[in-house]
């Protein structure tokens, strides 16, 4: 790999974006404030984020990732970690399941420290993860970052046995071209910085389970008017 490689690690300039991050914060919040169980929270967060799927997909964006669960967010009572872990083996079992029927051949990646799950989850994703089907080649991904550093991220890749091909060897291999995060912080929360170095990032002052189909759509047509330059 040469050493222009690396400075190209961007997006295109294209105004179509190719690869969308989620943060979708708030959901405790939330449940707290409509008196909601955190169990109940989580799952209504889990229907949004497929709908948030759904919706980019259908405006042909080729690769979404969301940030499920960052380590840190295993510091948090174990009765908030058991609710957003179901919740997540709920949504990779379930709703995306369903989701993907309508878009056979997506590859689901799973991004982060696996082996901390629980049973139940852990299975979900490599379940998910090893799905093909052959027949439709729709050449869409979805990468879960699940338990996700991105230091343990960067070290994988340095360590790795494919040496002198770095970025090759990253989970998530391509760059961003935006990042939406909602509950008004205006902070990745280490959400993929490599890859979002150059991404346009959007913050909603909404917790995530209040965020409607309309915002996306606002910020897809605010984004595809931009004219985006890389330091030229």
């Keep these: 790999m040469s050493h222009y490689d690396l400075i190209d690690f961007h997006p295109t300039k294209d105004n179509k974006p190719i690869h969308i991050g989620l943060i979708p914060d708030g959901t405790g919040r939330w449940g707290e404030i409509n008196n909601i169980p955190i169990m109940d929270a989580y799952m209504y967060t889990m229907g949004k984020i497929a709908q948030f799927i759904n919706f980019f997909f259908e405006k042909e964006v080729p690769i979404i990732s969301i940030y499920l669960s960052s380590i840190q967010n295993f510091r948090r009572p174990q009765e908030k970690i058991e609710a957003f872990c179901r919740a997540q083996e709920y949504f990779v079992s379930t709703e995306l399941i369903k989701l993907l029927k309508n878009y056979p051949n997506t590859a689901v990646v799973p991004v982060g420290n696996t082996d901390i799950l629980p049973m139940g989850l852990r299975s979900a994703l490599l379940n998910i993860s090893t799905q093909k089907d052959v027949s439709n080649k729709s ?93 030229d």
Excluded: H, M
């Excluded at 991220?153 to 090759?168: C, D, M, R």
């Excluded at 990042?179 to 990745?188: D, P, Q």
């Excluded at 979002?196 to 008017?225: C, H, Q």
């Design 139 to 231: 050449n869409k991904k979805i990468y879960l970052c699940v338990a996700y550093n991105p230091l343990e991220e960067v070290l994988q890749a340095i360590e790795s046995p494919q040496k002198g091909n770095f970025l090759n060897n990253l989970c998530v291999k391509e760059p961003l071209d935006l990042v939406i995060r909602t509950s008004g912080a205006n902070l990745l929360s280490n959400f993929l910085p490599l890859q979002a170095g150059y991404a346009r990032l959007y913050w909603l002052e909404k917790l995530y389970p209040d965020v409607s189909i309309e915002e996306y759509e606002s910020i897809y047509n605010e984004f595809v008017k931009l004219e985006r330059k890389y330091g």
